[in-house]
């Protein structure tokens, strides 16, 4: 069966500190990993996936399948990166649901 | 353009009622999914469809569910006789294509049954 586990519910930074929202998954097989970010009064929006390597606002993931783990980061933590954080995954093939984890609340203070 | 919707926002429903919650997904999109978030948990996966086909229904928790989207493009989540386990937020997304890359969701409906 494959899970997606983040085991901090709540991620407490001040303005300019760096932040790391963790994320472990099990899967056999070889998933697509994504983080999806909900901002207050506004749906549930894709951040990043593994597969584009790509950082958006200022964020970056790497997918670790030694340690089976897909952690955000950013460097320097901004206010309006309080949000809710989920960690998803999928398979590869066909249309591929998504198993989404219980959601990390950031909450970066001035 | 426009984005997902769903309707109602809200719904209170008595226990034992039946309740419809509706989905437009954006207009040419092929797949829809319907997800259910209980307070606190993320988001877990109901249904999928492809165009009025139903694919997958092995996340609809009952056989009180029922969802459809006859004509492939609104589809409507129906339960019946509702129970307290059901209060959730029900989110809708919809993708061009069957890969999860591009879901884009809805802004839910969040059902409260008392």
Known sequence: AQRVTQPEKLLSVFKGAPVELKCNYSYSGSPELFWYVQYSRQRLQLLLRHISRESIKGFTADLNKGETSFHLKKPFAQEEDSAMYYCALSGRSGYSTLTFGKGTMLLVSP | GAGVSQSPRYKVAKR????????????????????????????????????????DKSGLPSDRFFAERPEGSVSTLKIQRTQQEDSAVYLCASSSSGGPYEQYFGPGTRLTVT
Do not use: K, M
């Open chain 2, 16 to 55: 034992g009622q039946d309740v419809a919650l509706r989905c437009d997904p954006i207009s040419g999109h092929v797949s829809l999914f319907w997800y259910q978030q209980a307070l606190g948990q993320g988001p877990e996966f109901l249904t999928y469809f492809q165009n009025e086909a139903q694919l």
